[in-house]
C-alpha cells in the first residue's frame, strides 16, 4: 500500500483508461480514495477502500 500511496501523492496517471474494473493509478480512483479519506487509514482499511472506488 506503501507503493499506492507514494504514485497518489505525484498524481497517478494522466488520463483515465475507463475500463470497467479501473486500474489502481487512475485519477478517478485516487479522487475517491481522497474524497472518501482513505489514505490516512491502515493498510487493510486503504487496501478495502481501494476495491470499492474500483468498481463504484
Known amino acids: 500500500m506503501d507503493k499506492l500511496r507514494k ?13 470497467k474494473k479501473r486500474c489502481k493509478i487512475c485519477p478517478v480512483v485516487i479522487h475517491r480514495l481522497r ?8 493498510d487493510a482499511a486503504l487496501a ?3 476495491k470499492k472506488a474500483r468498481k463504484w
Open 48 to 50: 478495502k477502500a481501494l
Open 35 to 42: 474524497k472518501s479519506g482513505a489514505f490516512e487509514l491502515d
Open 7 to 19: 504514485k497518489a501523492s505525484k498524481g497517478g496517471k494522466k488520463k483515465c483508461c475507463r475500463s
